[in-house]
């Protein structure tokens, strides 16, 4: 069965970096596409970054310019780079996996990834 295993988490001052890292195991990144989502409190669960099987990638709007995702896949590794962080970055992140065949229109869906982990906190001060 798909593993996903976030870590990378923690506390950080406004405008400061953090790397989030998600250890994946029995899947291969070239047939599964990869996301990150990320949910605060009261909030719903919103999609942040995707990378397809042949590394296309993508972030929202609001992360643009601050968010990088990419992948290793001799280390088995997702990634989250994020730099100049807000306190509206606050909440806890999940990486998702989904079959490659879905539809990149879809990347920042929610119901469109079968394999969650269990998710980082992420926690950004004034």
């Known amino acids: 069965q798909v593993q996903l295993v976030e870590s990378g988490g923690g506390s950080v001052q406004v405008g400061g970096s953090l790397r989030l890292s998600c250890a994946t195991s029995r899947l291969t990144y070239s047939t599964y596409s990869m996301g990150w989502f990320r949910q605060a409190p009261g909030k719903e669960r919103e999609g942040v970054a995707a990378?397809?099987?042949?590394?296309?990638?993508s972030v929202v709007d609001r992360v643009k310019g601050r968010f990088t995702i990419s992948q290793d896949a001799a280390k088995n590794t997702l990634y989250l780079q994020m730099n100049a962080l807000s306190p509206e970055d606050t909440a806890m992140y999940y990486c998702?996996?989904?079959?490659?065949?879905?539809?990149?229109?879809?990347?920042?869906?929610?119901?469109?990834?079968?394999?969650w982990g269990q998710g980082t906190q992420v926690t950004v001060s004034s």
């Open positions: 990378i397809s099987s042949d590394g296309r990638t």
């Open positions: 998702a996996a989904r079959p490659a065949t879905r539809a990149w229109l879809t990347r920042f869906l929610r119901s469109s990834y079968n394999y």
